[in-house]
């Protein structure tokens, strides 16, 4: 059964530093998540992707993040100067299309930032 | 504001003691109900999705219902391996592609 799967699965960085995280969406899916969960609450929605450019984005989602795809396969979020509070796990997620509205999540990236 | 309401937050159940675990939610309007499981340290994974009031989805001991205000995640004759996190997320009309997530219930079957 195809998957979406995420690199690396832990991540340990300093503080202002940049990280890239990296998934691989299910093949043929054409929208892409990226989506947040900080220990203890609930998963938060950052950006949305489609047709190799962001449809909506978050309040989180400010100036220090962003996404890309650099090719046929790999979709990538990028922090560029890491805060403490970016510590979380990190999912991927992907969608068929417009009449499939299911989103299909990867295993997640765990961000610490010390 | 839209929200996406679970409870309760944790349930504690014996192995065969069936159970159902509530997501209410005030939203604008819906386009779609997502019921996920969660297991520690891991990503959501898919269980049903609803679109209408009165639709129903079923998998294994797992049965989900849609009212115009709730969804219902009834689970049969639980089992250990049913202990995770479920979550309930929302796709709003007029809100984009986004899913909207609950805190989830955190379900413990013991033997």
């Known amino acids: 059964e195809p998957e979406v799967t995420q690199t690396p699965s832990h991540q340990v960085t300093q503080m202002g530093q940049e990280v890239i995280l990296r998934c691989v969406p299910i093949?043929?899916?054409?929208?892409f998540y990226w989506y947040r969960q900080i220990l203890g609450q609930k998963v938060e929605f950052l950006v949305s992707?489609?047709?190799?450019?962001?449809?909506?984005k978050s309040e989180i989602f400010d100036d220090q993040f962003s996404v890309e795809r650099p090719d046929g396969s790999n979709f990538t979020l990028k922090i560029r100067s890491t805060k403490l509070e970016d510590s979380a796990m990190y999912f991927c997620?992907?969608?068929?299309?417009?009449?499939?509205?299911?989103?299909?999540f990867g295993p997640g990236t765990r961000l610490l930032v010390l | 504001e839209d929200q996406v309401t679970q409870s309760p937050e944790a349930l504690r159940l014996q192995e065969g003691e069936s159970s159902s675990l509530n997501c209410s939610y005030t939203?604008?309007?819906?386009?779609?109900l997502f019921w996920y499981r969660q297991d520690p340290g891991k990503g959501p994974e898919f269980l049903f999705t609803?679109?209408?009031a009165g639709e129903e989805k079923e998998k294994e001991r797992l049965k989900a219902t849609l009212t115009k205000k709730e969804s219902f995640l009834h689970i049969t004759a639980p089992k250990p391996e049913d202990s995770a996190t479920y979550l309930c997320?929302?796709?709003?009309?007029?809100?984009?592609?986004?899913?909207?997530f609950g805190t989830g219930t955190q379900l413990k079957v013991e033997l």
């Open positions: 997320a929302a796709l709003l009309t007029g809100g984009g592609n986004k899913l909207t």
């Open positions: 939203v604008s309007g819906l386009r779609g």
């Open positions: 992707f489609y047709n190799n450019e962001i449809s909506e």
């Open positions: 093949s043929n899916h054409l929208y």
């Open positions: 609803l679109y209408s």
């Open positions: 997620a992907s969608k068929s299309g417009t009449v499939q509205e299911t989103q299909y």
